[in-house]
């Protein structure tokens, strides 16, 4: 069975501060991890994915992502916050044709 | 890229009602589709996969009678609450999946927001 955790439904950090947000997985086959961002009243919008090879991957909005394989973890992080990141942050695995989703983070960025 | 749109955005309704909302790909066809439920705060819970010619497949505690799905072509796939009620009032999003896409990678519309009064 494959499961989703996000540690921490809620994160604020400080304009110009390091983002993380955690995430770890649990799935019986090698997952695909994806990380979602969801604004006020819109659908969700692709961050960035890992499917194979590089650990580290980079999404849009200066997101990154490591791939842990030992810790079965996707924690996403930004090394600067910016006042538009504020949003919801949704991890999913995929295996096969379905994905599982986190409960989701909502960042505050505090000014 | 691939792109998939959601009609209408936002619908009020009355109890008792029944809602259509649609779902459509538009830039590539989709034999598959998958429709979600996110209630405020929450996260997106399959409702169920809808499948191009046949019928669809249902979560467990998904009641098929009450949340009609038609995927009459290859870009469109159609969401019906029957005789919706309050309860029903929540952020519906649909997703697709272009062929050949490696890593079942899903594009998300952008959700409509049902309220039932």
């Known amino acids: 069975a494959q499961s989703v955790t996000q540690l921490g439904s809620h994160v604020s950090v400080s304009e110009g501060a390091l983002v993380l947000l955690r995430c770890n997985y649990s799935s019986s086959v090698p997952p695909y991890l994806f990380w979602y961002v969801q604004y006020p009243n819109q659908g969700l919008q692709l961050l960035l994915k890992?499917?194979?090879?590089?650990?580290l991957v980079k999404g849009i909005n200066g997101f990154e992502a490591e791939f842990k394989k030992s810790e079965t973890s996707f924690h996403l992080t930004k090394p600067s916050a910016h006042m538009s990141d504020a949003a919801e942050y949704f991890c999913a695995v995929n295996t096969g044709n379905q994905f599982y989703f986190g409960t989701g983070t909502s960042l505050t960025v505090i000014p | 890229g691939a792109v998939v749109s959601q009609h209408p955005s936002r619908v009020i309704c009355k109890s008792g009602t029944s809602v259509k909302i649609e779902c459509r790909s538009l830039d590539f066809q989709a034999t598959t589709m998958f429709w979600y439920r996110q209630f405020p705060k929450q996260s997106l819970m399959l409702m169920a996969t809808?499948?191009?010619?046949?019928?669809?497949?249902?979560e467990q505690g998904v009641e098929k009678d009450k949340f009609l799905i038609n995927h009459a072509s290859l870009t469109l796939s159609t969401l019906t609450v029957t005789s919706a009620h309050p309860e029903d009032s929540s952020f519906y999003i649909c997703s697709a999946r272009p062929p050949g896409t490696p890593y079942n990678e899903q594009f998300f519309g952008p959700g409509t927001r049902l309220t039932v009064l």
């Open positions: 890992y499917t194979t090879g590089a650990t």
């Open positions: 809808s499948n191009e010619g046949s019928k669809a497949t249902y």
